[in-house]
C-alpha cells in the first residue's frame, strides 16, 4: 500500500490524501505505465494516468480535510503533519495491510513515523516513510496522482458552485489571491469554510479588510 497528499499548502480547498493498494504484479503495471510524483505531471498527463491507475489498483480509497476542519485542528495546536499521519492512520486501519510505503511530510522522518504508529488502531503493519517516496515507490507514485486529480476536482466543482476562477488555490496564484481579496472586501474580512484562515496569506487579507470596515463603521458614527 502506498499513501500520499495533495493540498497541504494550499489557502483554498481541501487537503485529499489517497491510498492505494496494488500487488507485485500491479505495482509492475504501474512502473510500465510510468506513473511519477504528481507535481512533475501536467494535469491532462495526471487525468490521462488517473484512468489507467483505476484500472490496475486493487483498492483505492480518498479521503478528503476540509479548509474549515484543518482550520479547527491547527486551532487546537495539532498542526498540519500531525492531521496528515491522523488520516493516514485511518487509511491504513481501513485497509489494515502488511506493509505501507509514505511519502512524509517532515524532515524528520522517524519522528513522523512515530506520531502515525501512535493513532494506528491496526498495529501489525511495517511502516515505510521517506521524504520524496512519490518518486521512488510506484505505489506512492500512483497514490500522489490519485490525490491531486481529485484535489483538482474539487476545485473545480468550487469554482462551478462560485461561478468564478479560483486558480490552484495556492497563495502564488493571482486569481486566488484576486478572489480572497474580493470576499474580504464584500464581507469586511469573513471568509467562507473553503478558506484556510489560520493561513498567514488569509490572515493577512483578513486583517486588511476588517481595519478597513472599522474605518468606515467610526467614520460613518463621526458623521452622525
Known amino acids: 500500500m502506498g499513501i500520499d497528499e495533495a493540498g497541504r499548502g494550499p489557502v483554498i480547498g481541501p487537503m485529499v490524501l489517497c491510498g492505494l493498494v496494488a500487488t507485485e504484479d500491479q505495482e509492475e503495471e504501474l512502473r510500465k ?36 476542519k484543518i482550520d479547527a485542528n491547527r486551532k487546537k495546536g495539532i498542526n498540519l503533519n500531525q492531521i496528515e499521519a491522523i488520516k493516514m492512520a485511518e487509511i491504513i486501519d481501513m485497509i489494515k495491510p502488511d506493509k505501507v510505503y509514505i511519502d512524509s511530510p517532515s524532515y524528520n522522518s522517524n519522528k513522523f513515523m512515530e506520531y ?17 517516496a512519490d518518486k521512488k515507490y510506484a505505489v506512492v507514485s500512483a497514490a500522489s496522482i490519485m490525490a491531486k486529480v481529485d484535489r483538482d476536482a474539487q476545485i473545480k466543482k468550487l469554482e462551478q458552485e462560485i461561478g468564478e476562477p479560483l486558480g490552484v488555490g495556492y497563495p502564488h496564484d493571482e486569481l486566488t489571491i484576486k478572489h480572497l481579496e474580493k470576499i474580504a472586501r464584500e464581507n469586511k474580512g469573513k471568509m467562507p469554510r473553503y478558506v484556510r484562515t489560520t493561513w498567514d496569506t488569509t490572515k493577512q487579507i483578513i486583517k486588511k479588510y476588517e481595519q478597513k470596515g472599522l474605518v468606515g463603521f467610526l467614520q460613518k458614527i463621526g458623521k452622525e
Open 33 to 68: 505505465i510510468k506513473v511519477a510524483d504528481s507535481k512533475t505531471l501536467s494535469p491532462k498527463k495526471r487525468e490521462e494516468l488517473s484512468e489507467k491507475i483505476e484500472g490496475i489498483a486493487t483498492h483505492i480509497i480518498i479521503l478528503r480535510i476540509p479548509a474549515h
Open 116 to 132: 502515525l504508529s501512535s493513532k494506528l488502531e491496526h498495529k501489525k503493519v511495517e511502516i515505510i516513510a521517506e521524504n520524496y
